[in-house]
T-cell receptor
Framework: GENVEQHPSTLSVQEGDSAVIKCTYS??????FPWYKQELGKRPQLIID?????GEKKDQRIAVTLNKTAKHFSLHITETQPEDSAVYFC???????????FGKGTRLSVIA | GAVVSQHPSRVICKSGTSVKIECRSL??????MFWYRQFPKKSLMLMAT?????????EQGVEKDKFLINHASLTLSTLTVTSAHPEDSSFYIC??????????FGPGTRLLVL
């Protein structure tokens, strides 16, 4: 089955700097890759997703890149703000009713 | 985005009792719902996948007689923790998916078994 590895497990950046979180996956048939942000005690919120027919997607300060050949995808947050502090999870799945497989999460701290 | 509700948000129960958690998709029809368990500072652990009108598919190591899942309609799935014990204390989160691959999460239920 699918296995998703996520790095780093913790990340501290200065406010205004960029943050990059990387994930690798094992199942070459996976074609959907969402990123979720989870604040303490809250539900995971979808922040951006990418499908395998696209190499990059951007939404304001957030971007995701996908390299299908290498089976890795990354989340980029630019101009970080304290409210970006949270745990971020990457995930991967195939089409259809297959469940998402999550990475172990990255705890991002943005220091003012 | 789509809205998924979950009730109760928090429950405390005595060991040996059963607890039912409801997950509802409020503004879309969820063909598939998922149930996760999350330990403090850990990732989401998939427990089971539930499709409307059919039996749930449980992940390896999850006891189906312990965690009863019912997906009776396209907007409601329930998870019943039977004969709960302190080790069942956890944060339980459901998610729902409609026609697209996007999963929307409920707010979670914090269960404490005394």
């Amino acid at each position: 089955g699918e296995n998703v590895e996520q790095h780093p497990s913790t990340l501290s950046v200065q406010e205004g700097d960029s943050a990059v979180i990387k994930c690798t996956y094992s199942d070459s048939a996976s074609n959907y890759f969402p990123w979720y942000k989870q604040e303490l005690g809250k539900r995971p919120q979808l922040i951006i997703d990418i499908r395998s027919n696209v190499g990059e997607k951007k939404d304001q300060r957030i971007a995701v890149t996908l390299n299908k050949t290498a089976k890795h995808f990354s989340l980029h947050i630019t101009e970080t703000q304290p409210e970006d502090s949270a745990v971020y999870f990457c995930a991967a799945s195939r089409a259809g009713n297959t469940p998402l497989v999550f990475g172990k999460g990255t705890r991002l701290s943005v220091i003012a | 985005g789509a809205v998924v509700s979950q009730h109760p948000s928090r429950v405390i129960c005595k060991s040996g009792t059963s607890v039912k958690i409801e997950c509802r998709s409020l503004d879309f029809q969820a063909t598939t719902m998922f149930w996760y368990r999350q330990f403090p500072k850990k990732s989401l652990m998939l427990m089971a996948t539930s499709n409307e009108g059919s039996k749930a598919t449980y992940e390896q190591g999850v006891e189906k007689d312990k965690f009863l899942i019912n997906h009776a309609s396209l907007t409601l799935s329930t998870l019943t923790v039977t004969s709960a014990h302190p080790e069942d204390s956890s944060f339980y989160i459901c998610s729902a998916r409609g026609r697209s691959e996007t999963q929307y999460f409920g707010p979670g239920t914090r269960l404490l078994v005394l």
